[in-house]
């Protein structure tokens, strides 16, 4: 029987965390101090993370430790700004998480920074896929003069060509329907994540970092937008930790550093770029 | 924190949201019994993508205008075959087209 650590978040702070507050299999939260900002964690036994239940995080004692690593991420982001891990991150020992945040010192405090303050919103949007695409079929079929078929080859083109059209209207439209809805919520967000038709329903699925002083003004914003007439249907969810919004590199000081270092030496701009390009993770 | 979960389609976005759930990456099978159409179905969809690719590319100088009717001909001609071949070992190796794709994590799936 081992104890690892099990970690949480990252939070802009190096003291101890307040009050009492349990995460998986039922351990105490307490923070891993490193310079100014802390590591939320909690010791687990490794036996409990190779435990059957692990392999499915849809049910049983594994949807259970999502939903705590959840809630603790939720009770730190009252008090701190976090940067959350990914549910089940163990480290082997205090050593490995302190050198984590060496590794990654920089990174963090950039991240807090900008994250300082900020929730991020969800909101997706389902059109109907199928309807838009038919009505393009339709307006289509009857321009598309196909009947003059010669060839088994030339109506192989004409039907990928006529396809291939009807693709492009069908993400011409999409794109125009997702900029709409954008363009509503650009007053409030600072920074944003768009996904595009990752099916053929599910038209948007947007992710905005937001501030928290406008939280209530992009909540009321998505209520107008919900009872909007139109074919259009929203799912809303929020506030979330940032969980779209972190960007980390390791050592970024040694990497600009390197790359200042070659500006120096009069390398390209293209050489700097390559260089970078090798150093990222 | 009053977190609110909202929506004016609750099982249509179950459906969708499920959709994508089925999409995330599964466990490596390392079985031997399938080792081989573990590694056609990997190569399969490298060359399906890049067939697509191609034929995207085509039809986008089609459209443009670009082509002659013989270069037109000729195109056509072997983007049939390549679908007819790559029908043919979908076909040994017991694939379907959904079958012919890569999750690749945060960047959604290749095809």
């Known amino acids: 029987m081992t104890m690892k650590i099990y970690a949480y978040a990252v939070i802009d702070s190096s003291d101890k965390i307040k009050g009492p507050l349990s995460g998986t299999e039922g351990a105490g939260i307490y923070s891993i101090p490193y310079r100014d900002v802390g590591i939320a964690a909690s010791d687990i036994i490794d036996e409990c993370l190779f435990s059957s239940a692990v392999k499915d995080i849809g049910a049983g004692p594994a949807k259970d430790r999502a939903l705590t690593h959840e809630k603790v991420i939720e009770s730190l982001m009252e008090n701190f700004t976090v940067l959350p891990f990914r549910c089940f991150t163990v480290f ?48 289509r079929g009857k321009n598309n003069g196909l009947t003059s078929i010669s060839s088994p080859v030339k109506n192989f083109v004409k039907e990928k060509l006529e396809r291939y059209n009807i693709d492009k209207e069908f993400e011409e439209e999409a794109d125009r329907c997702i900029e ?48 909007s007439p139109g074919d259009l249907k929203y799912l809303f969810s929020g506030p979330w930790p940032p969980y779209n919004f972190i960007h980390l ?31 990222r993770p | 924190m009053n977190r609110i979960i909202e929506t004016n389609a609750p099982e249509e976005f179950v459906e969708e949201i499920g959709k994508l759930r089925g999409a995330l990456p599964k466990r490596i099978d390392a079985n031997p019994k399938n080792v081989e159409k573990g590694l ?17 590319q085509a039809m986008r100088r089609i459209d443009a205008g670009s082509l002659s009717d013989e270069d037109i001909e000729r195109l ?36």
């Open chain 1, 92 to 139: 082997n020992g205090k050593e490995d998480v302190l050198s984590m945040a060496e590794k990654y010192y920089s990174g963090f405090k950039d991240n807090l920074e900008r994250l300082y303050n900020k929730l991020e919103f969800g909101i997706k949007v389902i059109w109907p896929g199928d309807i838009i695409r038919e009505r393009i079929m339709r307006s």
């Open chain 2, 40 to 56: 056609a179905k990997l190569v399969l969809t490298l060359v399906e993508l890049i067939r697509k690719l191609l034929e995207k």
């Open chain 1, 180 to 227: 709409a809805v954008d363009d509503l919520f650009s007053r409030f967000y600072v920074e944003k994540k768009l996904e595009r038709l990752k099916t053929n329903k599910l038209l948007l699925s947007a992710f905005y970092l937001v501030d928290k002083e406008k939280e209530d003004d992009f909540k009321r914003l998505f209520e107008e937008l919900k009872n």
């Open chain 1, 249 to 279: 590199t390791p050592y970024p000081e040694k990497v600009f550093g390197a790359a200042q270092e070659m500006f120096d030496k009069g390398a390209s701009a293209q050489r700097v770029e390559r260089r970078l390009m090798r150093l």
């Open chain 2, 76 to 111: 056509g001609e072997t983007l049939m075959k390549l679908e007819n071949r790559m029908k043919e070992l979908k076909d040994v190796f017991g694939l379907k087209d959904e079958d012919l794709n890569l999750n690749l994590g945060p960047l959604g799936d290749l095809m």
